[in-house]
C-alpha cells in the first residue's frame, strides 16, 4: 500500500459517498480503509433502484469498483457499526487519524405521523422494502415479504425515489388489469410506454377502471425533480402558481425550525413516467398547511394502497 505516511483514514460505508471520499483521499496519498455492512458496496444502488434502471445501476457500480480499486485503499465487508465494531472503540483505539461515516441514506425516513407506525405493512410501506420486492419477488427462490399493489395509492414525498415507487405501482396496477382481460404484457413494454401498450390494445386507464395515484409533496411542483417544462411568459408562470397553490404566499408558514411545511398533493394521470422526463400535466392539485398529516385528512383515503 502506497502512502504519504502521516495518515490513516477509516470510512463506513462504500458506497457512492464513501467509494468517492476513498478516491479523493487515496490519489492524495492518504491510506484508506472502507467498511460496509453489506457484502458488495453498492448500498441503495444494488435495490434501491427498480430493475429497469440496469444500464444506470451497471455504470454507477463499475465506478465504486474503480475508485476502491486504488492501491491506497483496502475494503472491508459485513461489518456493521455498533454491532461488529463499537464506535468508540475504532475512534480511541483502533490508531485511525480520523473516521468518516458516509452510510448514506440505507434505511427510510419515518413518515412523521403520530401513529404511523401501526400501519406499517398495513397500509404503509416504506420505499426501500417496496422496492426490493419488486426487483425480485419474479425470482422462483424469492421468500420474503410479499406486497400485493391497490389502485389509487398515495405517495409522500417529491424526490426522485417518490417517481420511481410511481411508476412501480403504475406498472404493476396496470400489468395486472391487462392480464385480467387476457393479455401477458411485460414489465419491460410498459416500462418503455404504458400509453404506447394502451393505444396498441385498444385501452385507456379509464376503460381499466384505474384512478392511478396520488403523490404528496411539501414543495411546490416546480421543485420537483422533472425534465424542464416548456418556455412559458411570466405571466403564464404567474397562472400556473395560482391554480397549483390555491394558498396565497402569506397565509403559508415558514419552514423554519417547529412551523409546519406546506404539503401539496397532486393526482398523477399520465402513465408514463420515464427516467429524466416530465410525468406530465397533474389533473388534481390541492394543498394543505395544517400538518403533516393534513394530507390523508384531505384527500379522505388510506395513507398508501399497498397491502403485505
Request: glycine share 8%; net charge neutral.
Amino acid at each position: 500500500m502506497e502512502h504519504s505516511g502521516h495518515h490513516f483514514i477509516a470510512i463506513m460505508g462504500g458506497a457512492v459517498a464513501g467509494s468517492e471520499a476513498a478516491y479523493q483521499l487515496a490519489i492524495r496519498g492518504f491510506r484508506v480503509v472502507v467498511f460496509d455492512q453489506n457484502m458488495l458496496p453498492y448500498g441503495k444502488i444494488e435495490d434501491g433502484l427498480p430493475k429497469w434502471h440496469d444500464k444506470l445501476r451497471n455504470k454507477e457500480e463499475e465506478k465504486i469498483d474503480q475508485k476502491l480499486s486504488l492501491p491506497n485503499v483496502r475494503y472491508v465487508p459485513q461489518v456493521t457499526l455498533g454491532k461488529d465494531i463499537d464506535f468508540d472503540d475504532l475512534v480511541k483505539n483502533w490508531g485511525f487519524t480520523a473516521v468518516l461515516l458516509a452510510t448514506g441514506a440505507w434505511k427510510d425516513r419515518p413518515l412523521p405521523v403520530d401513529g404511523i407506525d401501526n400501519y406499517i405493512n398495513r397500509g404503509l410501506v416504506y420505499q426501500n422494502p417496496l422496492v426490493y420486492w419488486f426487483n425480485h419477488y419474479h425470482e422462483p427462490n424469492y421468500s420474503d415479504r410479499q406486497y400485493e399493489i391497490h389502485d389509487n395509492a398515495l405517495v409522500v414525498g417529491g424526490g426522485l425515489a417518490s417517481l420511481d415507487v410511481i411508476k412501480i405501482l403504475m406498472i404493476e396496477t396496470v400489468q395486472r388489469a391487462l392480464k385480467q382481460r387476457g393479455h401477458e404484457v411485460s414489465m419491460f413494454a410498459l416500462d418503455r410506454s404504458i400509453h404506447k401498450v394502451l393505444d396498441e390494445l385498444g385501452y385507456t386507464l379509464d376503460s381499466l377502471g384505474l384512478k392511478g395515484c396520488a403523490l404528496c409533496y411539501r414543495r411546490g411542483a416546480a421543485d420537483m425533480p422533472l425534465s424542464p417544462l416548456p418556455a412559458e411568459t411570466a405571466e403564464q408562470k404567474e397562472k400556473s402558481r395560482g391554480e397549483l397553490d390555491p394558498f396565497p404566499r402569506q397565509r403559508k408558514p415558514s419552514d423554519g425550525a417547529g412551523s409546519p411545511k406546506a404539503w401539496r398533493a397532486l393526482t398523477m394521470r399520465s402513465a408514463d413516467i420515464p427516467p429524466h422526463t416530465s410525468i406530465g400535466e397533474p389533473t388534481h392539485v390541492q394543498s394543505c398547511h395544517d400538518s403533516p398529516s393534513a394530507p390523508f385528512r384531505l384527500l379522505h383515503r388510506r395513507p398508501c394502497g399497498i397491502t403485505g
